[in-house]
C-alpha cells in the first residue's frame, strides 16, 4: 500500500524559478491538503481540495497554485519561487466521513537561494 | 477561526516513565474534532489518535490516551511507559470545517525527548 505519494522528495531552486510538487493517493479518498511545514512549527495548511473539481485556498495560498488533475492526484505549483518558500510541504489526503483522519505523504524539502 | 496552543516548546523525560503533552483550543462550534499526531526525525506525519467533541469516554489507544476536558478547552495527550522510541514532535490539531472540506488546524509542537 504505497498511500500518499509525493515528489519530488528533495529540490533546489533559484529565485524566481518555476517548479511542481507531484501528489497522487491510491486511497480512493476525496478530499486531498497542501500543507508547509517551516522549521520550529507545526504545519500550514495552503490549498485544499474537497472532491474531484474543487480547489479551496487555506492558510497561506499566496505564491502557489493547485490543480486536482482526478481523484488521485493533486498538485502544487510555485509559479516563481521566493526564499520565503523554502521549506517542507506535505501532500495529505481524507476520506470526508468519520473523523476524517489525514494520512500524509513523506514531505518534499523544497529549498530556494 | 479556530487556535490551537501547544505551550510545551520542549519536554524530557526518563524512560518507562509516563508523559503528558498539553493542548488547549479555541473554537465557538460545537461539533469538532481533535487529533494528535507524532512526527519523529524522520520527518512523516503518523496519526496517533482522535476525540470528537460528543464522545463521552476519553479516546485510547495502546500507550496514548486523550484527556479531554471540555470545559477547559483541553485535549492532554498521555503516553504510558515511555519509550526510546516516542522521542519526536507531538502536533495537536483541530478539525475546522471548510467548504466541502474539513481541515485540520495545526498547533505548533512539542519536542518530546526520553532519556534512557
Known amino acids: 500500500n504505497a498511500g500518499v505519494t509525493q515528489t519530488p522528495k528533495f529540490q533546489v531552486l533559484k529565485t524566481g524559478q518555476s517548479m511542481t510538487l507531484q501528489c497522487a493517493q491510491d486511497?480512493?479518498?476525496?478530499?486531498m491538503y497542501w500543507y508547509r511545514q517551516d522549521p520550529g512549527m507545526g504545519l500550514r495548511l495552503i490549498y485544499y481540495?474537497?472532491?474531484?473539481?474543487?480547489?479551496d485556498k487555506g492558510e497561506v495560498p499566496n505564491g502557489y497554485n493547485v490543480s486536482r488533475l482526478n481523484k488521485r492526484e493533486f498538485s502544487l505549483r510555485l509559479e516563481s519561487a521566493a526564499p520565503s518558500q523554502t521549506s517542507v510541504y506535505f501532500c495529505?489526503?481524507?476520506?470526508?466521513?468519520?473523523?476524517?483522519?489525514?494520512?500524509f505523504g513523506a514531505g518534499s524539502r523544497l529549498t530556494v537561494l | 477561526a479556530q487556535k490551537i496552543t501547544q505551550t510545551q516548546p520542549g519536554m524530557f523525560v526518563q524512560e518507562k516513565e509516563a508523559v503528558t503533552l498539553d493542548c488547549t483550543y479555541d473554537?465557538?462550534?460545537?461539533?469538532?474534532?481533535l487529533f494528535w499526531y507524532k512526527q519523529p526525525s524522520s520527518g512523516e506525519m503518523i496519526f496517533l489518535i482522535y476525540?470528537?467533541?460528543?464522545?463521552?469516554q476519553n479516546a485510547t489507544e495502546g500507550r496514548y490516551s486523550l484527556n479531554f476536558q471540555k470545559a477547559r478547552k483541553s485535549a492532554n495527550l498521555v503516553i504510558s511507559a515511555s519509550q526510546l522510541g516516542d522521542s519526536a514532535m507531538y502536533f495537536c490539531?483541530?478539525?475546522?470545517?471548510?467548504?466541502?472540506?474539513?481541515?485540520?488546524?495545526f498547533g505548533q509542537g512539542t519536542r518530546l525527548t526520553i532519556n534512557p
Open positions: 495529505a489526503s481524507s476520506e470526508y466521513s468519520g473523523a476524517n483522519v489525514l494520512t
Open positions: 486511497m480512493n479518498h476525496n478530499s
Open positions: 481540495s474537497a472532491s474531484e473539481g474543487t480547489t
Open positions: 473554537t465557538s462550534d460545537q461539533s469538532y474534532g
Open positions: 476525540q470528537g467533541s460528543y464522545d463521552e
Open positions: 490539531a483541530m478539525r475546522e470545517l471548510g467548504r466541502g472540506a474539513q481541515k485540520l488546524v
